[in-house]
């Protein structure tokens, strides 16, 4: 796995020509797009509400039939394309043939990139169910047009969720293929309507990336061993602004730049049909895998290992490095309140890590627990085990591994808050390798002194600490802590 290639940031760039053309939308274009966009979306919203009217939750999980499922098949890709029309998509492409439900009753999309991916499965007159989250359903006027397209559901929250929606994904597929199957028999007639599932359309990576690679694909299209169509995005923009990573540019700025662009590219690509194996109906991981080489390939980019659990693990660390030391050290009170934790204990636990480790350690959650008094069984919904999986992404090192010299540092810095006194920080010193205190190297003070001030982008501040220091001949602790008080005194209050 390249190391290089980070799936979950995304970073806009603007050229002087997209200041100028941006602030020259906003005043002129903009304003009219929205009135547009609230009209499209209106009607849209009128035609999934008279569809879905009148229908529970039980009949939601069947196939529409009648006049319901002619509004669905009529209305629906029309009204979705103005929208897109609306936003600026005016070129959307599509290369290949999409396959017929009797050839693939599944359909896997990647790389999934963009909130407007949702509009894509209204591209064909036989519109896609798609796999979304529970919550969705029940947003306001979204949850409308969610139930529209009669969604196989799924919520990371719910313990048995993830089982039932690849239930659903298996009964919608099979439904699919037995369907086709079926003789037009006035006899059966009935039955095959009632299997007349649309594609079950999903993006199996099951959380949006940067485009720069595909990560680990979610195994629920591929356990029912059913034939699947791959189906690859493009977005050949040369200023991109459809990308929704866990770090970047939030949805509501995204939405504000799309409608700032004349026109944004998007391309659809419909590859062959992907026949499972023997092999590979049985082992759906192997299969899933197989899968994504083949779209990477399309593609040009490299496959990961990473999951939607890396990319929350990313944006945790990514917001604990933006934070101050008082934001950290209020993350760690709240974990050290929770299990009872004082700064007497804690400067032996200090005590014992310095003793027993260097900072170059890196350990794992299970060790600190232990060092910590965590117990090991605790539930995952526990206040300590939340608080403590706040905590972790402010001592993690960029690969997520914890490191002793990040911990070895907020925790004696909130010793030091503690006790009212900077004393604690000769722990810090001892894990970079300081054996005298009264002999202190200049690189043993800068490298204390860029772990503390890791989250400060004051590089100034870091600097001149460090220079007015070793005016001096030698450095001792006292002089370290006059220098360190002096520029950040607020850790004392």
């Known amino acids: 796995m390249p190391v290089d290639i980070n799936p979950f940031y995304h970073e806009l760039h603007y050229s002087k020509y997209q200041i100028i053309k941006i602030v020259l939308m906003t005043i002129f274009v903009v304003p009219v797009r929205l009135v547009l966009v609230t009209f499209a979306l209106s009607l849209g919203w009128v035609i999934c509400k008279v569809t879905v009217q009148g229908l529970s939750d039980e009949e939601l999980k069947k196939p529409l039939t009648g006049w319901r499922r002619w509004l669905q098949r009529e209305f629906g890709p029309p009204v979705a394309q103005l929208v897109f029309f609306v936003l600026g998509f005016l070129f959307i492409r599509t290369k290949g043939q999409r396959a017929s439900k009797k050839e693939a009753p599944v359909l896997v999309m990647a790389p999934h990139s963009s909130w407007t991916d949702a509009l894509l499965h209204f591209l ?5 169910s798609p796999v979304s989250r529970m919550d969705n359903a029940q947003i306001p006027i979204i949850g409308t047009l969610v139930k529209f397209l009669q969604p196989v559901c799924v919520s990371r929250d719910v313990a048995n969720s993830r089982s039932d929606c690849v239930n659903e994904i298996k009964r919608r597929a099979t439904s699919c293929s037995e369907s086709n199957n079926l003789p037009d028999s006035d006899e059966d007639r009935d039955v095959k309507n009632e299997g007349e599932w649309q594609q079950v359309a999903l993006f199996p990576e099951g959380t949006t ?5 595909l990560i680990s694909f979610k195994t629920g299209a591929f356990q029912p061993g059913v034939p699947v169509q791959p189906v690859v995005v493009k977005w050949p923009n040369h200023f991109d602004c459809v990308t929704w990573a866990f770090v970047g540019p939030s949805v509501y700025k995204l939405i504000w730049l799309q409608l700032c662009q004349i026109t944004t590219f998007v391309q659809v690509q419909y590859l062959p049909v992907y026949t499972p194996s023997d092999e590979e109906k049985s082992d759906p991981t192997l299969f899933a895998n197989n899968v994504r080489h083949v779209m990477a390939s399309v593609l040009n980019v490299p496959v990961t290992s990473y999951t939607y659990r890396d990319g929350v693990q990313f944006r945790r660390r990514y917001l604990a490095s933006k934070q101050g030391w008082s934001a950290k050290i209020a993350i760690w009170n709240n974990l050290a309140s929770k299990i009872g934790l004082t700064s007497q204990v804690l400067d032996d636990i200090l005590k014992y890590i ?25 539930p995952k919904n526990s206040d300590v085990r939340n608080a403590l999986n706040e905590f972790l992404p402010t001592i993690h090192n960029s690969e997520g591994k914890i490191s002793l010299e990040k911990f070895v540092a907020i925790t004696s810095l909130w010793c030091c808050k503690q006790e009212k006194n900077l004393d604690s920080l000769k722990y810090l010193l001892t894990i970079c390798g300081v054996d005298d205190l009264n002999h202190i190297s200049e690189e043993s003070v800068n490298r204390c002194v860029q772990t503390i001030f890791e989250s400060n982008s004051d590089h100034h501040s870091k600097n001149e600490i460090i220079t007015d220091m070793f005016k001096l001949s030698y450095v001792n602790f006292e002089t370290f802590k006059h220098h360190v008080c002096r520029k950040q005194g607020d850790f004392l209050t």
């Open 209 to 213: 990336t940067n485009r720069k690679c």
């Open 354 to 378: 310095v003793q027993k480790q260097r900072s170059n350690d890196l350990v794992d959650s299970d060790w600190l627990e232990e060092v910590l008094g965590i117990q090991s069984d605790l």
């Open 124 to 128: 064909d007159p036989d519109i896609t």
